[in-house]
């Protein structure tokens, strides 16, 4: 079955930087394009970025724009999500997330917490 595992949350300060991973199983990676979504308490998720099957196509929030990266490496099944110059208002919870057919797969979520 689909699988989504991040890791690679934590707390860091104001202007640091996180590198989220996020390991996929069960289904052919190199097919899909995935997702990074956030949610902040109180607050709907919000989609963060996605990248193309191959890499070579990504979309940005206005909000991350510059300041967050996603790659993806195919061989090992790994989307990453690189967070640069982190700001308060970075702080939550991050999915990451695919569609396969017309289901849509999600892991359990990695915290990241920026606050001095």
């Known amino acids: 079955q689909v699988q989504l595992a991040e890791s690679g949350g934590g707390l860091v300060q104001p202007g640091g930087s996180l590198r989220l991973s996020c390991a996929a199983s069960g289904f052919t990676f190199s097919v899909y394009a995935m997702s990074w979504y956030r949610q902040a308490p109180g607050k709907e998720r919000e989609l963060v970025g996605r990248?193309?099957?191959?890499?070579?196509?990504?979309i940005y929030a206005d909000s991350v724009m510059g300041r967050l990266t996603i790659s993806r490496d195919n061989a090992k099944n790994t989307v990453y999500l690189q967070m640069n110059r982190l700001k308060p208002e970075d702080t939550a919870k991050y999915y990451c997330?695919?569609?396969?057919?017309?289901?849509?797969?999600w892991g359990q979520g990695t915290q990241v917490t920026v606050s001095s």
């Open positions: 990248i193309s099957s191959g890499g070579g196509n990504t």
């Open positions: 997330s695919t569609q396969v057919g017309q289901v849509s797969y």
